[in-house]
């Protein structure tokens, strides 16, 4: 069954805890991302990555990190430098520039809480 | 990063009436493309438009670029109950997908 699977759909933490949001695709896409959406706001950018091994900041990066060790794996850490963490967060893939398809595919989101 | 701007907000609709919403850039866009999240849903990849001028239809949604390719714009007739949700605008450029802060769509049946 491919897809983005994205875990777990609900988290709770308390404040000063790092947290890491699982990433897993089998697309076989070469490029993923991480948005953070919070209520009533668009998406935006936290951290993407175009091949394993290699990413970059986005937008919003301070008080996350990640990691691309595989191609089909891109963990979101949130650290307790990030001073406002709770939020929906959305990972996503897209198949290749090269290939011109550049739509993205979205997993379920987790929705993380801080407390 | 290039930046897109998107414009209403928020759209309340009277089910059957049309509504139009626009994505703008002050910057040439090589194409943009445009999502549907549902409530409590997540983004859904809807199309991409890549020429001048482009138009592209979807059942009751018209998606159209512009001639300077610097907005785009969704209009939808006889917008029903299934239309609610949130419509994101998105721009591929520096190897990344930057998305506009959308436009939140609510129908009145």
């Known amino acids: 069954d491919g897809g983005i699977t994205q875990s777990p759909k609900y988290l709770f933490r308390k404040e000063g805890q790092n947290v890491t949001l699982s990433c897993e695709q089998n697309?076989?896409?070469?490029?993923m991302y991480w948005y953070r959406q919070d209520p009533g706001q668009g998406l935006r950018l936290i951290y993407y990555?175009?091949?394993?091994?290699?990413?970059q900041k986005g937008d919003i990066a301070e008080g996350y990190s990640v990691s691309r060790e595989k191609k089909e794996s891109f963990p979101l850490t949130v650290t307790s430098a990030q001073k406002n963490p709770t939020a929906f967060y959305l990972c996503?893939?897209?198949?290749?520039?090269?290939?011109?398809?550049?739509?993205?595919?979205f997993g379920q989101g987790t929705r993380l809480t801080v407390v | 990063g290039q930046q897109v701007m998107q414009i209403p907000q928020y759209q309340h609709v009277q089910e059957g009436e049309d509504f139009t919403t626009y994505c703008n850039s002050s910057?040439?866009?090589?194409?943009i493309q445009w999502y549907k999240q549902r409530p409590g849903g997540h983004p859904v990849f809807l199309i991409q438009?890549?020429?001048?001028?482009e138009v592209k239809k979807q059942k009751r949604l018209t998606f159209q670029f512009g001639e300077a390719k610097k907005n785009s714009s969704l209009h939808i007739t006889a917008t029903q109950t299934t239309d609610v949700g949130t419509y994101f605008c998105?721009?591929?450029?520096?190897?990344?997908?930057?998305f506009g802060a959308g436009t939140t769509v609510t129908v009145r049946a």
């Open positions: 697309l076989n896409h070469d490029a």
């Open positions: 438009l890549v020429k001048s001028g």
């Open positions: 910057t040439t866009l090589s194409n």
């Open positions: 998105a721009v591929v450029g520096d190897y990344k997908l930057s």
């Open positions: 996503a893939t897209q198949i290749d520039r090269a290939s011109g398809h550049t739509e993205a595919f």
């Open positions: 990555s175009q091949i394993v091994n290699d990413f």
